[in-house]
Structures are given as C-alpha cells and as structure tokens.
C-alpha cells in the first residue's frame, strides 16, 4: 500500500526557512514525479512545487518562485520542499503527493492533481506550517 510521510512542519517568523521532507513507500513499480501541495483553513489546495527526476522537470506556483526550492533524493522516494523568506500567507498544511505509474488503477478517480504530463493519486496525512508575522 503506497505510504507518504512527511515531516519538517513548525511555526516560523516571517521571513525564516523551514525544509519539509517526505517519504514514499509501498509503491508498486517507480516513481514518476513527486510534490507538495497546501491547504489554508477555508481555502482550496493548491500545488506549490513538483519533480520529475527523469526528465529533469520542475514547477512552482508563482507565489513561491525565488523562495521555496524541490529536490529530490538520490533514490527517488524523499522529496524535499526548502522554504525561504516565509510569508504568513504560506501558513497551510502542507502535503506530500505522488504520482506512481504501477498504482494507477488504484487511484480515486475524481480526486487526483495533474500537472503537465504528471498524474498524482496518492498524498500524504500533510504537516503543519505556521507563519506569523
């Protein structure tokens, strides 16, 4: 059963970092990209950045362009989400998405993020970013 678990999560002042990191698990075949989304109370999620190794593709939302940077480990199942210069607009819960290729069929079919040719069915129980100013 696919597994993502994040960490990293806490309460910051404006303008601080904090790095959020995530581990996938249960897959059945590999990882095709991963990401992060969050979710404010009262607001509707949004994606904030996503990794395709293999094709070496990133995307931000605009929001967090020049402060917030993805990485993805060496073995492909950490994601990584290094925020600087935090806003207290960031507050959110944060949650680690996959997009598993060998788990499509597995996937809610009404509920599921597609950026590019990325497909993410899978996400983690989020973390907690607090920014207060």
């Known amino acids: 059963q696919v597994k993502l678990v994040e960490s990293g999560g806490d309460s910051v002042q404006a303008g601080g970092s904090l790095r959020l990191s995530c581990v996938a698990s249960?897959?059945?075949?590999?990882?095709?990209?991963l990401g992060w989304f969050r979710q404010a109370p009262g607001a509707e999620r949004e994606v904030v950045a996503t990794i395709c190794p293999d094709s070496g593709r990133t995307y931000y939302t605009d929001s967090v362009k020049g402060r917030f940077t993805i990485s993805q480990d060496n073995g492909k199942n950490t994601v990584n989400l290094q925020m600087k210069s935090l806003k207290p607009e960031d507050t959110a819960k944060y949650y680690c998405m996959g997009d598993f290729p060998g788990d499509y069929s597995d996937y809610d079919s009404t509920d599921r993020f597609k950026v590019g040719d990325a497909d993410f069915g899978y996400w983690g129980q989020g973390t907690q970013v607090t920014v207060s100013s």
């Open positions: 249960g897959y059945k075949y590999g990882v095709h990209c």
